[in-house]
């Protein structure tokens, strides 16, 4: 600390000004000051794009394996699989309005196909089989009970909430009102599921036995897909342009964006983000690393489409 630059411009300025006099303490304390800040801006939430801009294709879900792979749907035919050091390529195509995603427990990509009212499996080598074909209503999200290898899934088109046993069995976990195309879901860490809306700015929580009750008020506007760690839920802002973050008491909190739509990498207030909707949190790294996929147009009905994937990097604290 003592041969910082800032001690040492400090330094010149009380040798050099006869108008300015710091006791040793007060200097000290200028100095901490000044080294706090900078530690304080180095440590904001950031993001940074991963890819380029894609052309011809529009978000979906986001999801990451075990080993770190990133599975990105299209809201089209295809899902890409990108390395964490930004590699992509199309792991599945043929698919039906490929949106919300998830892995199961035996390392298989769950992938919801919105048009197609169905659900495909795909095996870790990118095969693909059919795993659910009727009993859905425009699926979106997919969240995997890890006890039991159970799958649910949001109905945008039915409100409803369907449970799918592990040999493809649909049977309805809810339906409510409250639901205004249930886009997102996600488990806590003790077995409740959570909801948000595509249609309003709502989170709802779904208790085991189906039971659906207000959670949290979000943005202004509507929402995309929701994750879990540990103690809270990062949650895409999809028609605000921004990013939350949830606690299990509700307390919401936005971590990035102001609500102008843009592709602006950088930290705090200086990142900007355009309709970002698929949102998944990094197993790996000792930083905490969430990422995304945005739609880069100025509006969601604009052609031709584009879409870029991105990473954000949480602030240590988080």
């Given amino acids: 600390m003592a041969n910082s630059s800032d001690e040492i411009q400090l330094r010149t300025l009380i040798k050099l000004s006869p108008f300015f006099y710091f006791s040793r303490s007060r200097a000290l304390l200028f100095v901490l000051a000044l080294l706090f800040a900078a530690a304080s801006t180095r440590a904001q939430t950031k993001i940074r794009s991963l890819t380029n801009v894609i052309d011809g294709h529009a978000v979906g879900g986001v999801t ?6 990133i599975y990105v749907a299209d809201f089209g035919d295809v899902v890409w699989k990108i390395t964490p050091e930004g590699k992509r390529h199309v792991f599945a195509s043929g698919l039906y309005g490929a949106s919300g995603n998830a892995i199961d427990n035996e390392g298989n990509l769950l992938q919801s196909n919105f048009y197609g009212d169905s659900i495909t499996k795909i095996d870790r080598k990118g095969q693909a089989q059919p795993f659910v074909t009727s009993g859905l209503s425009g699926p979106v999200g997919i969240a995997v009970n890890r006890q039991t290898g159970d799958v649910y899934v949001a109905n945008c088109r039915g409100n409803s909430i369907a449970k799918i046993a592990t ?4 049977s ?3 339906k409510s009102e409250l639901f205004k195309c249930p ?3 996600s488990f806590d860490g003790e077995g409740n599921l959570y909801v948000v809306n595509f249609r309003d700015n709502k989170m709802l929580k779904i208790d085991p036995k189906g039971v ?10 509507g929402l995309g897909h929701l994750c879990f760690k ?3 839920f ?3 802002a999809f028609e605000s342009h921004e990013i939350y973050e949830v606690t299990l008491n509700g307390i919401v909190k936005r971590i990035l964006g102001n609500g102008d739509r843009g592709i602006v990498d950088g930290a705090g207030a200086k990142a900007r983000l355009s309709f970002p909707d698929g949102i998944a949190f990094s197993p790996w ?5 969430l990422y995304i996929n945005e739609y880069v147009n100025d509006s969601t009905s604009s052609l031709p489409r584009r879409t870029i994937i991105r990473e954000i990097v949480l602030e240590p604290n988080k």
């Fill in 64 to 69: 990451i394996d075990l080993v770190g792979n």
């Fill in 167 to 170: 040999d493809g069995t649909v």
């Fill in 172 to 174: 309805s976990l809810t």
């Fill in 183 to 185: 886009n997102g879901i």
């Fill in 212 to 221: 659906v009750t207000p959670f949290a008020t979000i943005s202004e506007k």
């Fill in 230 to 232: 540990q103690d809270r």
């Fill in 234 to 236: 990062y949650v895409t």
């Fill in 285 to 289: 790294g000792r930083r905490r690393r």
